[in-house]
């Protein structure tokens, strides 16, 4: 069940507070963690007041629901991030949706997105490159021994695409160690393809409701979280 709309403001303010004591606990500043909030499944009045009570960086997993839900929003200002697996055939409608696609997890879809930003005209286009860093079959994302390569296709035949950070999806475990060993090798490589390929890379999107306090204290700049803002999901 959704939350209801009166609980979205002390939800965000909860997790915002998280957010905070994670980041003093290893050091760093929650200005340096974006909270995305993950919008899939959620009716638009939860997500305005989600906006209205601050959140204005949104996570959705589809290119369709995306689509419907911008017909429906006119608040200015707020940015929608691609955090879902990304189909060939809607990476054209996925530029036009979207103000970065976090789950670029190969050359082709990557090229795709490249022609598609051209296309439009945009100068640069922010991508990250996911990552699938438990190895688990279920997970989306780029074999990390394939993460470099693909990082230097990106750099060499994709100048319009801007790689902004690398995407991870931590294990499903009650083992710490191995959700942060995870969530570890995502900023080893970052470290790995910014010496490699000089660039920037300023992202590490990593950690959700139940273990983005893990992925901060292994680096995480973003931090995509839906059921702790909004509820479970109806599905
Ligand atoms: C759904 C989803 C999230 C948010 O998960 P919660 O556990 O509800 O916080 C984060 N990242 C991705 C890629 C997702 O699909």
Same mark, same amino acid.
């Given at each position: 069940?959704?939350?209801?709309? @009166? ?27 974006? !909270? ?6 959620? &009716?638009?009045? !939860?997500?305005? @007041?989600? *906006? ?72 640069? *286009? ?17 074999? &990390? ?13 994709? &100048? ?8 991870? $999806?931590? &294990? ?15 900023? @080893? ?26 992925? $901060?204290? @292994? ?17």
């Amino acid at each position: 069940m959704s939350t209801s709309k @009166e609980h979205i403001a002390d939800n965000i303010a909860r997790v915002r507070a998280r957010i905070e004591a994670a980041a003093r606990e290893s050091g760093r500043s929650a200005d340096d963690i974006t !909270l995305i909030a993950v919008s899939k499944f959620q &009716p638009l009045e !939860l997500i305005r @007041e989600a *906006y209205a009570c601050g959140a204005h960086v949104f996570g959705e997993n589809r290119v369709q629901e995306r689509a419907e839900k911008a017909a429906g929003w006119t608040e200015v200002g707020a940015v929608w991030n691609m955090i879902g697996h990304l189909q060939r055939n809607k990476a054209r409608r996925a530029v036009e949706l979207f103000d970065c696609i976090q789950s670029i997890d190969g050359a082709e879809l990557a090229s795709l997105v490249e022609r598609a930003a051209r296309d439009r005209g945009v100068a640069s *286009y922010p991508i990250m490159v996911e990552i699938n860093t438990s190895g688990e079959a279920s997970k989306s994302g780029a074999a &990390p021994d394939g993460a470099l390569s693909l990082i230097e296709h990106i750099t060499a035949n994709c &100048p319009t695409l801007s790689v902004d950070g690398l995407m991870t $999806i931590g &294990p499903l475990t009650d083992d710490e160690r191995r959700v942060r060993a995870s969530f570890a090798s995502l900023r @080893e490589l970052a470290v790995r393809a910014r010496a490699e390929f000089g660039l920037a890379i300023p992202h590490l999107s990593m950690g959700m409701s139940g273990d983005f306090e893990l992925a $901060i204290a @292994e680096g995480s700049t973003m931090v995509r979280v839906g059921t702790s803002i909004f509820g479970a999901r109806d599905v």
